[in-house]
């Protein structure tokens, strides 16, 4: 049974780095889309980019500029790094795995993340 | 990006109801859409994938159909475990985006 599990802290600083791990468990990371998406408090769903076990990556155009992804293969885990954070940047992010199916099946639990001073 | 518009945003129904919600696209997708079910706290649970294919998993009574840029969620017959938001996603190009949801609520 493949799980993910988001962890990170739970507030951060505007202007400062939102930085989140996705750990998985179950299966290896190698050879999947691994994606981020985010959910602002009682809002809809933005999808946030993807990177592949190989490094590949594609960004949403709107947080292009600040978003980094990168991805452990050793520890199994892959990453999101949001700079220059705002309270607009306050959301729940998720974490999910693109299955063969080329659909997004498995999700983590999510992790609130409040941008405040 | 494509646009992806759910109607209606919000939907009180009985248990035992038929219950239909409309995702429509900016432009053509062909069949890329999913439908995701989420609960208050939890992440989106895939429901149906490739407009028409149902999760393993998943109840009969979901049912998703349409193509291009019209695309319905049926649910034949309501129940209490089912009353939830819904959510439409697009995976035909990039930026992948989602719908903006459909509460669906206990009369």
């Known amino acids: 049974q493949v799980q993910l599990q988001e962890s990170g802290p739970g507030l951060v600083k505007p202007s400062e780095t939102l930085s989140l791990t996705c750990t998985v468990s179950?299966?290896?990371?190698?050879?999947?889309?691994w994606s981020w998406s985010r959910q602002p408090p009682g809002k809809g769903l933005e999808w946030i980019g993807y990177?592949?076990?190989?490094?590949?990556?594609n960004y949403n155009p709107s947080l292009k500029s600040r978003v980094t992804m990168s991805v452990d293969t050793s520890k199994n885990q892959f990453s999101l790094k949001l700079s220059f954070v705002t309270a607009a940047d306050t959301a729940v992010y998720y974490c999910a795995r693109r299955d063969t199916i080329g659909y997004y099946c498995y999700w983590g639990q999510g992790i609130l993340v409040t941008v405040s001073s | 990006d494509i646009q992806l518009t759910q109607s209606p945003s919000f939907l009180s129904a009985s248990v035992g109801d038929r219950v239909t919600i409309t995702c429509r696209a900016s432009?053509?997708?062909?069949?890329?859409l999913a439908w995701y079910q989420q609960t208050p706290g939890k992440a989106p649970k895939l429901l149906i994938y490739?407009?028409?294919t149902l999760q393993s998993g998943v109840p009969s009574r979901f049912s998703g159909s349409g193509s291009g840029t019209e695309f319905t969620l049926t649910i034949s017959s309501l129940q209490p475990e089912d009353f939830a938001t819904y959510y439409c996603?697009?995976?035909?190009?990039?930026?992948?985006?989602f719908g903006g949801g459909t509460e669906v609520e206990i009369k």
């Open positions: 490739a407009a028409s």
């Open positions: 996603q697009q995976l035909n190009s990039y930026p992948l985006t």
């Open positions: 432009q053509g997708i062909s069949s890329y």
């Open positions: 179950g299966d290896s990371i190698s050879n999947y889309y």
């Open positions: 990177i592949h076990s190989s490094g590949s990556t």
